[in-house]
């Protein structure tokens, strides 16, 4: 290969086959690093490509069910109700399949209407098989589907003639599977903020850094593919929407996902430096997909009560200590709900707190929101592991001090203002 040829007139020709075999070696090596990186490369595909998802969407009337506008609603009783019903017969009608080990999970995404009755529609997952023959697979699971949705089922009278069955993309069925509020992925192993702990991936997924020009100011909620609730004080030096962006993802060095902002609402009986009202809805420039590690929190009804003492958990990327370092990791910090009484006494804020606010910590201080925590979460899980907004990291006398709890924005005062600006 004349590129292997010495330049040299002068060299002797042992010389040159030295060289030549020298640079033999080298093509030799580069060609082997060439074959080695290609067949490591289709190892990687087949294994990922083993292991891609597919995922399809089927729907259905059913006759035996009127249509009701808390079908709406998926939170309702009658949604919740309806997709148990459905899913564990999807449930079942897959376990007693030969696709028992490909099935993964379904779910009912939404409940429309037509001619009064209600059509079910669901998503499912499946892990992939028959690596080469997507056509059978999907052939396959239609098959199984039509067989088992179709006329009478215990109280549900399927109608065959509406059957509809297809595939769809997976950041799209992702999104769908992944739309319930509240919800987490992850069981967190273990238990900063000041006195807190590194969250772990998908553990508080709700959780969004708002930042100015990249760099993290607040923490902030989401509450749907669109939206935000965050503290209205984050915006008190800086409101333009084209200077502020959101992140989400456990690291701030290393975000999962970024969006512009198109819209800041900022309550308007916020005004500096009062702490009354510390509200504002983001909207962002173009919605985030829900996946595993990226979820909205439940906002909770405007009567919902959370009793003093309850266990509260605040998640940010605030400082560890007052006019500390900011983490790079969420940190997350259990506390407990301080009545407003007792947060109003003399020793603590003495009148201070008013109705729209919550206290929360412990009265011998050690674990509190801090600097750069504003904004963000204060949640609470119910009885069934469903993860509500409580409030929103506002104010405090520096942090962890000794009768200087945190103060947030109390969500259920300010449900409707949510409504009136987001329609959620
Ligand atoms: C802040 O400056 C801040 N200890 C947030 C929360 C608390 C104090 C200060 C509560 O963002």
Same mark, same amino acid.
């Given at each position: 290969m004349p590129v292997c040829l010495s330049k040299s007139a002068k060299r002797t020709e042992s010389k040159t086959k030295v060289k030549l075999t020298r640079c033999g070696k080298i093509t030799l090596g580069i060609l082997m690093t060439v074959i080695a990186a290609l067949l490591v490369g289709l190892v990687v595909y087949f294994a990922a490509y083993g292991k891609i998802p597919f995922y399809y969407h089927v729907s259905f009337k059913v006759n035996s069910i009127n249509y009701d506008? =808390?079908?709406? =609603?998926?939170?309702s009783k009658e949604y919740m109700d309806l997709n148990k019903k459905i899913v564990s017969l999807i449930n079942k009608t897959f376990h007693e399949s030969r696709l028992r080990r490909q099935y993964v999970t379904s779910h009912v995404v939404q409940v429309s209407r037509a001619n009064g009755k209600v059509v079910i529609h669901v998503v499912l997952k499946f892990k992939s098989c028959c690596k080469n023959n997507a056509a059978k697979f999907w052939d396959r699971i239609e098959t199984i589907l039509r067989q088992k949705l179709t006329g009478q089922i215990g109280s549900l009278l399927i109608d065959a003639s509406s059957f509809k069955f297809s595939d769809i993309a997976m950041p799209i069925a992702e999104n769908l599977l992944h739309t319930c509020c509240g919800q987490r992925t992850i069981t967190p192993s273990g238990n900063k903020i000041a006195g807190g702990q590194d969250a772990e991936e998908g553990e508080w997924p709700w959780q969004a850094s708002l930042q100015q020009n990249n760099v993290h100011r607040c923490g902030a909620t989401l509450i749907s593919n669109h939206w935000l609730v965050t503290a209205a004080h984050c915006f008190i030096k800086a409101n333009d929407p084209k200077e502020w962006n959101v992140t989400f993802g456990l690291l701030l060095s290393d975000p999962k996902t970024q969006r512009a902002v198109k819209n800041i609402i900022i309550h308007e009986n916020y005004h500096y430096?009062?702490?009354?009202?510390d509200i504002a809805v983001v909207h962002l420039a173009s919605p985030v997909l829900y996946t595993s590690n990226i979820r909205r929190a439940c906002l909770p009804e405007t009567n919902h009560t959370f009793p003093p003492s309850s266990d509260v958990v605040v998640t940010g990327?605030? &400082?560890?200590? &007052?006019?500390g370092k900011i983490p790079n990791i969420l940190q997350k910090a259990s506390v407990k709900i301080i009545d407003n009484k007792t947060c109003n006494s003399g020793k603590v804020y003495g009148g201070v707190v008013t109705p729209g606010m919550l206290c929360a910590g412990f009265?011998?201080?050690? @674990?509190d929101a801090c600097q750069g925590d504003s904004g963000g979460p204060l949640v609470s899980a119910d009885d069934k592991g469903t993860w509500f907004? @409580?409030?929103? @990291?506002s104010w405090g006398d520096e942090c962890a001090l000794p009768n200087k709890p945190g103060v947030y924005t109390r969500v259920t005062y300010y449900r409707d203002w949510i409504m009136s600006k987001t329609g959620l």
């Open positions: 506008e =808390k079908f709406a =609603k998926p939170y430096p009062a702490h009354d009202n990327w605030g &400082t560890l200590r &007052t006019d009265l011998r201080g050690h @674990v907004l @409580v409030g929103i @990291v």
